[in-house]
Nanobody, 115 residues
Framework: QVQLVESGGGLVQPGGSLRLSCAAS????????MGWYRQAPGKQRVLVAK???????ASGDSVRGRFTISRDNAKNTVYLQMNNLKPEDTAVYYC?????????WGRGAQVTVSS
């Protein structure tokens, strides 16, 4: 059974940092483009960053320069380092194949940025 499990979320003050992890199981994802998506309250889920199997990355305008996506293919794990967090980054964060999610969504990691 293919499964994605996100972790590392939490409550952080504006300007703080968090590191999210996504552990994949049931399939070797090393050859896939993987991405981090987020869904803010009342909004659609959107792709914020993606990484190719070779490590090339791309990110959206709203997070560029603050968020860094990386992966460890040996561990079948994808990471999202989030720095200088802002209240508008508050959302549930998910990982999946990118740019079109083809795996059942995990439970996500709640990130709340608030003072």
């Amino acid at each position: 059974q293919v499964q994605l499990v996100e972790s590392g979320g939490g409550l952080v003050q504006p300007g703080g940092s968090l590191r999210l992890s996504c552990a994949a199981s049931g399939r070797d994802f090393s050859g896939y483009v993987m991405g981090w998506y987020r869904q803010a309250p009342g909004k659609q889920r959107v792709l914020v960053a993606k990484i190719t199997s070779g490590g090339s990355t791309a990110s959206g305008d709203s997070v560029r320069g603050r968020f860094t996506i990386s992966r460890d293919n040996a561990k079948n794990t994808v990471y999202l380092q989030m720095n200088n967090l802002k209240p508008e980054d508050t959302a549930v964060y998910y990982c999946n194949v990118a740019p079109i999610a083809t795996i059942s969504w995990g439970r996500g990691a709640q990130v709340t940025v608030s003072s």
